[in-house]
């Protein structure tokens, strides 16, 4: 189609020329002075590159841009441990965080794989990695308060998830296993930090951060604390901030404070998701059929301001 264009333009060009010699011979031989200049030619020339310009569209040119998407894996990590029902958030601590959670899936592009993590003594993959948001967000419903809690295992956890196999703290004096690096995920966990049990929290961090993880934490809760209702008893519990910090500042991640649930969407804007650029075809027909459009019209705008008429 380019060929095209070039070639009726080419040929429009020529038979132009062509007009204009005729007419000025017919012009000279009835004796009417012929007049030249810039009057004379713009306005067909502009038509004409209008023309070339729509057989242009008409192949659907595209251009290959950079397109900023935001990208990579989220593992969103709950605390689903008795203390999570405590109500020093509206309606509890737990509901808060899954109010917030679902509000943060469904605002994310496809581009964004999220998995989620529900922890108490152990971790319970509940939702592998995927970008079908809608199952991520079902899974996030139905989580329900039990038993301890164990911030290592629920660190421990979603790497599994991430990399796709096992991972378990070393035995001194061995090495830490090897998990690659992937700078493009993130965990956001999601707890009030009070550890109930191993494996170790901050060293569970420290394997996160060798294998390039982020771990965002936000703790639900405040730090004057509540109590909770277990087999009768009252316990008390309290947000444990130095441990979340602690957790986030090893892995290069941040902490968020959340002590409703407005502080929990704000959290959650402030996570440190991967903006990258990738390559992808745009097409251009829009663009050159308004640039054509344009030539158009300002063709037909100086002929009639010149001449009295379109053609």
């Known amino acids: 189609m380019f060929a095209v264009a070039l070639v009726v333009g080419v040929a429009c060009v020529l038979g132009l020329r062509r007009l204009q010699r005729d007419r000025a011979r017919a012009y000279q031989a009835a004796g009417v002075p012929v007049r030249g200049g810039t009057r004379r030619y713009l306005p067909p020339i502009l038509f004409l590159a209008a023309v070339v310009f729509l057989l242009m569209a ?25 203390s999570m029902g405590a109500n020093d958030i509206t309606p509890t601590r737990l509901a808060a965080a899954q109010a917030a959670a679902i509000a943060f899936v469904e605002a994310q592009p496809t581009t ?31 989580l329900r308060v039990t038993g301890g809690t164990s911030i290592g295992q629920a660190i421990l956890g979603s790497l ?25 995920a993130t965990i956001v966990l999601l707890t009030d930090g009070e550890d109930t049990g191993g ?9 996160a951060a060798n294998a390039g993880v982020h771990i965002q934490t936000v703790g639900v809760g405040t730090v004057e604390g509540s109590t909770v209702d277990i087999d009768g008893y009252q316990v008390s519990t309290a947000l444990n901030e130095d441990l979340l910090t602690q957790i986030a500042a090893a892995t290069g991640g941040g902490y968020h404070r959340a002590q409703d649930a407005g502080a929990l969407d704000a959290a959650y804007r402030d996570l440190d998701l991967r903006t990258t650029i990738e390559p992808q075809p745009i097409e251009l027909t829009g663009p050159v059929v308004a640039f054509a459009l344009l030539l158009l019209l300002a063709g037909a705008a100086l002929t009639i301001h010149w001449f009295g008429r379109i053609l």
Request: net charge negative; hydrophobic share 40%; aromatic share 4%.
């Open 112 to 142: 964004v794989d999220i998995g989620v993590i529900a922890f108490s003594q152990g971790a319970l993959s509940t939702h592998t990695p995927a970008n079908r948001h809608a199952e991520t967000v079902d899974a996030i419903k139905r």
């Open 58 to 82: 008409v192949a659907r040119p595209q251009a290959t841009l950079g397109v900023p998407r935001t990208s990579g894996t989220v593992m969103l990590a709950f605390d689903v441990s008795n």
């Open 199 to 207: 494996p170790d929290a901050l060293a569970a961090a420290e394997l």
């Open 160 to 184: 599994t998830a991430i990399v796709g196999r096992p991972v378990t703290l070393p035995e001194p004096p061995a090495q830490p296993p090897d998990l690659g690096y992937h700078t493009d």
